[in-house]
Structures are given as structure tokens and as C-alpha cells.
């Protein structure tokens, strides 16, 4: 199974809802989600240049992408996707990220390790399948 997978299974097993449930109840959270968006937002305006900049103001979508975070969310306080939380956290660590993986970690296995954790050590070192 690949990462992709293993984050499907998540998602469908009601994580985000739990996480959100999480935020929801935490203020830090919430802030640190903020300052997460707001990163991301600065890093993707430093990787475009002056011409897919004229190009997305031609559009008119630069505007978007200079008020939008991680994965296009617009509210700050929503995860909505695990997918796209989990890319930008392999890029730069995140809140939710570091969630997933606190979460992988507590899941068990017979043979003692937490099921996450060679996930995690596997997608920390850029792969996208479970290290055996």
C-alpha cells in the first residue's frame, strides 16, 4: 500500500472529523493552523515568477492565491483534505501533518511498533510507500 493509501483509509475511517473536532476545541491549534496557511502562501508566491505572476493577474487569480492556503482552503480553521495537508507538511512541517503522523504512530501491530511509524520514517525520507 503507498502513502496515498494509507491516507485514503484515514480520511475514510472519520479522522478528519476528529481532527477537526480536535481544532475546533483548541485555540493553539487554530493558531498554528493560521501561521501553517500563511507560510504556504509565501512560499508558493516565491516559486512564481514575474510571468506566471502577470499570467495569474491576467486571470484574475492571483488574488486567490495570495488569500488562499494549503490545498486552496479558504477558511484557515477547516482541514478538508489530509491529502494535501500531508504534501505540504513533507515540504514544510505543519500542524495537521504532525497530526497524521501522532496519529500512525498510536495505531498498533503485532509485532509491537506502531503501524505509523515506518510510515512516517518512510514519508520523511521521501518515499511514498511503507518502509520495510
Known amino acids: 500500500a503507498d502513502l ?66 494549503i490545498g486552496g482552503i479558504a477558511d484557515f480553521t477547516r482541514i478538508r483534505c489530509l491529502h494535501t495537508w500531508y504534501a505540504a507538511h513533507l515540504v514544510v512541517p505543519n500542524t495537521i501533518g504532525a497530526l497524521l503522523e501522532e496519529w500512525w504512530r498510536q495505531l498498533p501491530v503485532a509485532d509491537g511498533d506502531a503501524a505509523g511509524s515506518r510510515w512516517v520514517r518512510g514519508a520523511r525520507a521521501g518515499s511514498t510507500t511503507a518502509m520495510e
Open 4 to 69: 496515498s493509501y494509507r491516507i485514503d483509509q484515514a480520511e475514510a475511517g472519520g479522522l478528519i472529523k476528529r481532527l477537526q473536532q480536535r481544532v475546533n476545541s483548541d485555540v493553539g491549534l487554530r493558531q498554528a493552523m493560521a501561521r501553517d496557511h500563511a507560510a504556504h502562501i509565501a512560499l508558493r508566491a516565491e516559486h512564481i515568477t514575474p510571468a506566471e505572476q502577470q499570467r495569474l493577474q491576467q486571470l484574475g487569480m492571483a488574488e486567490v492565491l495570495a488569500q488562499r492556503g
